[in-house]
């Protein structure tokens, strides 16, 4: 076992004490610009933690299965650590920038960084408009979303690997930074009517915007620092795309039909916002069509309004038709793992295999 190789909770507790510290690294810098940059960044502290780790897990599970029973040196340990929490700063970062296009403000079952900035915007500042607090919670958002996203890339940078390792991880970072940014772009011009919604566009912005960064990242990135094979990099991108796409869908699922208690996202903000989801792609070709169209995408849409909607998107086959897509992803990534030319080692397929398994069933 790997000088990285631990159990899930002894992972995430080595993925938080570097969050902690990279954290705590920047509110001990904001101290100097004043009272409200300095609740800014505590506030971000806060709100950034609390995640279920699927990403820097991710990397990290792949870096010590890439190794098997060799240890990596200690140095080498030590970076997949910290690009770990950076994957984790950089996945918080876009979701700030998501939250403000998206009008959302809550995360993780409670306030994000808008709502946490909005209901109170200054430990001085009492009675100001709401319209002004929310503006001053989104400014917040963008603002150390930007911060967030520089810190990702010099955290790549810094990293102490080889020089021609760390080029190599910086030529993804880019990479996937423009990939996500495409995949937003697209997203929101599904929701403003500015680009047609089909399903194969969908589907294309969905793998931009989630498994580029949230799987193909950190599994490449594990493959560059345990220096395996191209060959086995870009087998590997190919399934972290499959295993991405399959859980982005399966998220879509959650957010229109799970529980929202469990799943910890407002029940109602993807049909409040018009988001142009594979689900609303299939029912669009439906007969039902009409009676859904009437009320999704409206700021005001009611808990009754969005009850009836999910009815209509189970009785046209909506459902059913994303849940097989999300089987036949997981299916096709099972397929490269065990195809007998697949250039992976057995650990790393145990653990992608595994990690397949828990997509398939989750619920939030």
Not at 79 to 94: D, Q
Not at 159 to 183: F, N
Not at 271 to 285: D, N, Q, S, V
Request: proline share 4%; with cysteine; glycine share 8%.
């Amino acid at each position: 076992m790997s000088a990285v190789a631990a159990t899930a909770d002894a992972l995430s507790s080595l993925v938080e004490d570097a969050l902690r510290r990279r954290l705590s690294a920047g509110i001990a810098s904001a101290e100097a610009y004043g009272p409200d940059f300095l609740r800014l960044w505590q506030l971000t502290a806060e709100t950034a933690l609390g995640g279920k780790l699927v990403r820097p897990r991710l990397l990290l599970d792949a870096f010590d299965a890439f190794h098997g029973e060799a240890a990596p040196t200690p140095s080498t340990a030590h970076a997949a650590i910290e690009l770990a929490a950076t994957v984790e700063l950089l996945h918080y970062g876009f979701l700030l920038h998501d939250d403000v296009l998206d009008g959302d403000i809550v995360r993780r079952g409670r306030p994000n960084l808008i709502g946490a900035l909005a209901e109170r915007p200054s430990s001085s500042t009492i009675g100001i408009p709401e319209a002004d607090a929310r503006h001053w919670g989104r400014t917040g958002a963008v603002l150390m979303g930007d911060l967030l996203l520089t810190s990702s890339v010099m955290g790549f940078a810094r990293a102490d690997v080889p020089s021609d390792m760390r080029l190599r991880l910086l030529d993804l970072l880019e990479s996937v930074i423009l990939e996500t940014v495409v995949g937003e772009h697209t997203d929101v011009g599904f929701s403003d009517g500015v680009i047609t919604p089909e399903l194969p566009r969908i589907l294309a912005m969905t793998t931009r915007k989630t498994a580029a960064y949230s799987f193909e990242l950190p599994l490449r990135a594990a493959a560059i620092l345990a220096d395996a094979s191209p060959e086995s990099e870009a087998a590997i991108a190919a399934i972290g795309r499959h295993l991405g796409l399959a859980y982005q869908l399966q998220d879509d699922l959650l957010s229109a039909f799970g529980d929202a208690d469990t799943h910890g996202k407002d029940p109602h903000s993807d049909l409040r916002e018009g988001k142009e989801t594979a689900i609303i792609a299939y029912a669009r070709m439906t007969s039902v069509w009409p009676s859904i169209e009437l009320r999704f995408g409206t700021a005001d849409l009611s808990a009754a309004d969005a009850a009836g909607i999910r009815d209509r998107l189970r009785e046209c086959g909506a459902e059913a038709f994303v849940e097989n897509l999300v089987a036949e992803e997981l299916a096709d990534a099972r397929q490269l793992l065990t195809a007998p030319d697949a250039a992976l080692p057995r650990a790393l397929r145990d653990v992608l295999l595994a990690l397949a398994a828990r997509i398939d069933g989750r619920r939030s």
